[in-house]
């Protein structure tokens, strides 16, 4: 077999082991471990109360009911939304007086019919006053 | 092929000792520490060389292995979990050692811990330790546990968690890089 330089320990390696120590030594260190193991000992003697196991499942049973909330919350959303879906058609004139009260952007109106060409027309007129009146105040003042 | 070792023949009983340990038996637990104390000092001074160093950290270590006994597994090793745990403290160990004292060598505890030592062995245990050091930490162990502290192959891969075949050309391929790393410390001293 060939030498590869691996096969054999080094040498002079064992300058690198533990000296002796004295059985008094080796007491001493045994005894320090065992004095400061007595407080962790002591704990694990205690018996643990009912309480303490419960208090232990405490968090994660929290944990596990947050999460299950959030799974039920996500999955009754598309369920609500489809029910708030309106199953009536929306009557015009409804539309026309929320838009002409409203000050924000006119919203998209859908309806199942061809809007009524006055309606339009009324709507256009309100839109323009403003505030409801037919007559400009101008005309009213004049 | 090193002779076999007993490292890690367990001591007579030992899953029920760990057993009683658990529940905070004293004497379980004495029976453990008066098993494995003596070898572990020697494994850590193997990392640390230093007495008081290594005293502290098999104490400290067989502290923090009774707080942490209820994560072994029933009837797997005690030896092997406990060592696998001072070896990995050991490393940290002198890691921080090393950074504290800016040291490129970490071992230098040759010539502060035995001023009796001749000078010739002192810079022999220095140029060992030196190279010893310089091994990746898994390469280094196995050289530890088996050059120094008679751990058979089949001991070390159950401390490491590794292969039986890979812990042989671990070893291999160890002596060999401190093979040269020795020779290089010889002709760049």
Redesign the interface.
């Known amino acids: 077999m060939v030498e590869?330089?691996?096969?054999?320990?080094?040498e002079?390696?064992?300058?690198?082991?533990?000296?002796q120590?004295s059985d008094a030594q080796?007491r001493a260190?045994?005894e320090?471990?065992?004095a400061?193991?007595?407080l962790?000992?002591?704990?694990?003697?205690?018996p643990t109360s009912s309480w303490e196991v419960l208090a232990a499942w405490g968090r994660p049973g929290l944990v596990a009911a947050s999460i299950a909330l959030a799974i039920l919350a996500g999955s009754l959303q598309p369920w609500r939304a489809w029910q708030q879906e309106p199953s009536q058609p929306v009557v015009l004139e409804e539309v026309i007086r929320g838009a002409g009260e409203s000050e924000g952007v006119p919203a998209m109106l859908v309806a199942y019919s061809e809007p009524d060409l006055d309606a339009v027309a009324a709507a256009a007129l309100l839109d323009r006053n403003g505030n409801g009146s037919v007559i400009p105040e101008t005309v009213e003042q004049r | 092929m090193a002779a076999e070792s007993e490292a890690l023949s367990p001591v007579a009983d030992e899953p029920r000792l760990v057993a009683r340990?658990?529940?905070?038996?004293?004497e379980a637990?004495?029976a453990l520490?008066?098993r494995y104390?003596?070898q572990a000092?020697?494994v850590v001074?193997?990392f640390l060389?230093h007495?008081e160093d290594?005293?502290d950290l098999?104490?400290d270590g067989?502290?923090r292995a009774?707080?942490r006994i209820d994560s072994l597994e029933p009837g797997s090793s005690f030896g092997a979990w406990f060592y696998r745990l001072l070896v990995n403290a050991a490393l940290n160990r002198r890691k921080y050692l090393a950074r504290r004292r800016m040291d490129d060598v970490p071992m230098t505890a040759a010539a502060r811990e035995?001023p009796a030592i001749d000078s010739e062995?002192a810079e022999?245990?220095r140029r060992?330790?030196w190279a010893?050091g310089k091994l990746p930490a898994e390469l280094e162990t196995i050289?530890i546990l088996?050059?120094?502290e008679g751990f058979t192959p089949p001991e070390i891969a159950r401390v490491l968690e590794i292969p039986e075949g890979t812990c042989r050309s671990h070893?291999?391929?160890?002596?060999?890089i401190?093979?040269d790393l020795?020779e290089e410390y010889q002709h760049h001293g």
């Open positions: 590869t330089g691996g096969d054999r320990p080094i002079g390696l064992e300058a690198l082991k533990a000296p120590r080796r260190a045994n320090r471990i065992l400061s193991a007595e962790p000992l002591a704990r694990r003697r205690q | 340990a658990r529940r905070g038996d004293r637990f004495a520490v008066e104390a003596d000092f020697a001074y193997g060389q007495v290594s005293e098999v104490h067989f502290i009774l707080e035995s062995r022999l245990r060992l330790a010893l050289v088996h050059d120094l070893l291999s391929r160890a002596r060999r401190l093979r020795l």
